[in-house]
């Protein structure tokens, strides 16, 4: 033994005796890491130790709300971790937000009585011909869709109400709060909802139209209540704004800090939450030449205002690229013959239509181009997947 343990051996065995080590070392190896996974999956303190929480904390952030709920049950790092009020935030912050799908409420605003029923369409093709109601089952009483952002939405009751309520909620976990309705309590009130990643803190501001009794012509204005969830009062704003047109199905828009509601008059109401100032933004009005504008609707993207219009030739999209400078940049135009290419069964003779519409009444449009948006959405969608900007 002694001898053969120095003499070397031959050139075949000595390569023999090199791939045993070797597979030797890898099955030594294996069986290291596969101890060190048992030992980190069998003790979670040390599990604790090993892993970078701070690694975790970014990983889990940038996953959609929606799958991360399920991740609670992996451990109770994850759990505290996710139900931490700074990664909730973060999370709000990082995580792609997808269009999943669309809530509908038939006649809004339409007549003196609310519609009670409320109906989600999913985007999915797998779920798009299915429309689910009752999605805010788990309130109260049946409620109308004032505004939401984020996934946190401004609900109120019904009208007529013996006790009007604001709710404040999520669907996708049920929590709500609600808050007084201070009367007077109209159908075509304005309240919008300001939520900045922040789940226990958010704002509502209310927009009122008054008329000023001291002008020789009868002129209105715009006044401005807010509601803080942090002081769980209303109280009203020192800021007005001269304007002499209504506006147009009261939906305020928030965006950077602001909140924007369309007009009757080609412009666009905006208010800035944090300093209570307001200002009128004209709408994009293209050159006469290029194509003439028969509805509009406004909208947030990615934190900043667009524009969507409906003309003679098609839709249009716009973003609003400086605030103060009025300056808006065209992001996307699809003619209606290209529509009607790819929905033929659905969409025929839209130029048409539009037109026909000319020199009449558009405060209420012949179609609500929110509609017409989505449709737009789930075109580009389609032509460009998950590229960056749509």
Request: some cysteine; hydrophobic content about 35%; proline content about 5%.
């Amino acid at each position: 033994v002694a001898q053969s343990s120095i003499v070397p051996p031959p050139q075949k065995n000595r390569r023999k005796s090199r791939r045993l080590a070797e597979d030797a070392g890898s099955l030594s190896l294996s069986l290291s890491f596969r101890k060190m996974k048992m030992v980190k999956v069998d003790n979670e303190n040390e599990s604790e130790v090993c892993l970078n929480s701070d690694i975790i904390f970014d990983i889990l952030s940038r996953i959609p709300a929606k799958p991360l709920l399920s991740m609670k049950c992996v451990s109770k790092v994850w759990k505290n971790i996710i139900s931490n009020r700074s990664f909730i935030k973060a999370q709000l912050q990082n995580a792609q937000l997808d269009l999943n799908g669309f809530i509908f409420q038939d006649g809004y605003m339409l007549g003196k009585y609310d519609r009670k029923t409320v109906s989600y369409i999913p985007v999915e093709s797998k779920n798009a011909a299915k429309v689910h109601q009752g999605i805010f089952k788990f309130l109260q009483e049946d409620v109308a869709v004032l505004a939401t952002y984020k996934g946190i939405f401004c609900c109120r009751s019904c009208l007529p109400s013996l006790n009007p309520t604001i709710y404040v909620c999520n669907p996708l976990n049920e929590a709500w709060i609600k808050l007084e309705w201070s009367p007077p309590c109209d159908i075509k009130e304005s309240i919008a909802l300001v939520f900045d990643f922040e789940p226990s803190k958010f704002k509502l501001v209310r927009v009122r139209t008054e008329l000023n009794n001291d002008e020789d012509e009868e002129d209105f204005f715009f006044t401005f209540e807010l509601y803080c969830s942090e002081t769980k009062t209303w109280r009203k704003s020192a800021e007005i704004c001269n304007c002499k047109d209504g506006l147009i199905k009261n939906r305020g828009i928030y965006a950077g800090g602001f909140l924007h509601w369309l007009t009757e008059g080609d412009q666009i109401l905006t208010f800035d939450v944090e300093k209570e100032t307001s200002l009128l933004i004209p709408v994009p009005l293209p050159h006469s030449t290029e194509f003439r504008t028969f509805a509009t609707c406004i909208g947030e993207y990615q934190g900043r205002l667009h524009c969507v219009q409906v003309s003679e030739q098609g839709l249009h999209v716009f973003g609003l690229e400086d605030l103060y400078e009025f300056q808006w940049i065209p992001e996307h135009c699809k003619l209606f013959e290209v529509f009607e290419a790819e929905y033929p069964h659905f969409l025929c003779n839209l130029k048409n239509r539009v037109l026909e519409r000319e020199g009449e009444d558009t405060t209420n449009a012949w179609m609500d181009p929110q509609l017409l948006s989505l449709l737009l959405c789930l075109h580009l969608r389609k032509i460009v997947g998950s590229r960056e900007g749509w």
